[in-house]
């Protein structure tokens, strides 16, 4: 599987009966066309900062082919944030759809990054009751997370992510070189979901992850090529084990996650997502080794390794966070049932842990400044 001079690489995601790529490499993208051969035509759903750098090139890939392979004006742009992710962008995607003439048979192309992904791939779910999708991520999250395994979805004013569908992709394209116009926080808080991987037990990437931190940071095509083929590889194999979060499998993927989801909807100091996780990755490192399932030892190297991808492992002095405010939200969590539930490290590997005791959490939250 390791990327070479030949071009990129795809990972097969297997699940029967819709398997699909996921396609990594520099030139990932100019397989768009061959990919939709035999397909209807394509309608492509952006935003604004990916169009201009990324979009155009891609149009110009179909335009040499004759534009009966694209849907005439069928570009889309979604607004930026997660106040775009709604119910209103769906409908007003899947109108634009209908005027425009949108087939069935014919393809929507999410390219951006989480944002993007989900609401026209929620679109592209519910559209004639459902048309192919490929998924062309231009962050760095959306290539090592939202792009695979075919969550899409959209908020509602009472909460995050709360309508929704399973829609798998046809193929997903994830090319490095368009994340050289991603914005530097952004690169950053992608790395957050990175380490997830590594910590959940893919020791090759821990040691890319250690011994080519630099190369990473610099978001070198090459090395970011083998990052994100790697967790693309660890996604696909929990998605083909447990599509759809009932089997505990695909919930391991949350490792970091249930602190990091209070620390969002807590607010205050607007971090973003791969900024929350790398926070939670050290409260569960903390926390797994104050219960004595790891080494403390452990915790210090996954520790040093954010620290190394240049993520802040603890809170800022001054964020006005409440330990029992964040608790309440950990325990509301949609996927904890009203316990406190954390993925954690141990003898058996990676798993789900109910209500740990309250000293090894005092040294959890202190270990990210995060004091009674
Ligand atoms: N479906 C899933 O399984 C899944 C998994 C994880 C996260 N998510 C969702 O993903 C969303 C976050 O996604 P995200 O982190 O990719 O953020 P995002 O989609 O908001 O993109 C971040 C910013 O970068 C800009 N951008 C994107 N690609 C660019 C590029 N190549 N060059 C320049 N600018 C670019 C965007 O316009 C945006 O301003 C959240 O809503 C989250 O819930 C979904």
């Known amino acids: 599987m390791s990327p070479d001079s030949a071009g990129p690489v795809t990972i097969p995601v297997g699940l029967p009966g819709r398997e699909y790529g996921v396609t990594v490499g ?15 035509r394509a309608m492509f759903v952006t935003q604004t900062a990916i169009m201009l750098p990324h979009v155009a090139n891609v149009i110009d890939l179909f335009e040499r082919r004759g534009n009966e392979h694209l849907v005439v004006g069928g570009v889309e742009h979604v607004d930026d944030g997660e106040a775009a992710k709604s119910l209103g962008t769906v409908e007003r995607l899947c109108r634009r759809f209908a005027q425009l003439g949108v087939r ?11 944002i993007v992904g989900d609401t026209a791939g ?40 709360l309508v ?29 979901e990175v380490a997830k991987y590594a910590f959940l037990g893919d020791d090759e990437l821990c040691t890319i992850l250690e011994t080519e931190s630099a190369a990473v940071v610099a978001r ?20 083909v084990e447990d599509e759809h979060e009932t089997r505990g499998t695909r919930a ?14 807590a ?20 926390l797994a080794a104050a219960m004595e399932r790891i080494h403390p030892e452990q915790a210090d190297a996954q520790i040093a390794l954010l620290a190394a991808l240049g993520l802040q492992t603890r809170v800022p002095a001054d964020a006005p966070l409440d330990r029992s405010e964040l608790l309440a939200l950990m325990r509301r969590d949609k996927k904890s049932s009203g316990r406190l539930t954390f993925v954690l490290d141990g003898p058996e590997g990676v798993e789900l842990v109910d209500d740990p005791p309250t000293v ?13």
């Open 26 to 40: 520099v030139g990932a993208i100019e397989r768009l066309p061959d990919l939709l051969r035999g397909r209807g």
């Open 104 to 114: 069935r048979n014919d393809v929507v192309v999410a390219i951006g990054g989480g």
């Open 122 to 161: 929620f679109a592209a779910a519910v559209y004639h009751r459902g048309i192919a999708v490929v998924q062309v991520p231009t962050t760095l999250l959306a290539m090592v997370d939202s792009a695979i395994g075919g969550k899409t979805g959209v908020n509602l004013p009472e909460g995050k992510n």
């Open 164 to 192: 929704g569908a399973f829609h798998q992709p046809i193929a997903v394209l994830a090319d490095p070189t368009v994340l050289g116009t991603l914005p530097a926080r952004e690169f950053d808080a992608g790395l957050g």
């Open 220 to 239: 070198d095509p090459e090395t970011v090529t083998r990052v994100v083929a790697r967790c693309a590889a660890f996604k696909a194999r929990v998605v």
């Open 252 to 265: 391991t993927l949350n490792l970091g996650h249930t602190l990091a989801h209070a620390l969002e909807t």
């Open 267 to 286: 607010g205050g100091y607007g971090l973003l997502h791969g900024e929350a996780v790398a926070i939670g990755l050290v409260f569960a490192a903390r």
């Open 360 to 372: 090894a959490l005092d040294a959890a939250f202190a270990a990210v400044g995060i004091r009674a």
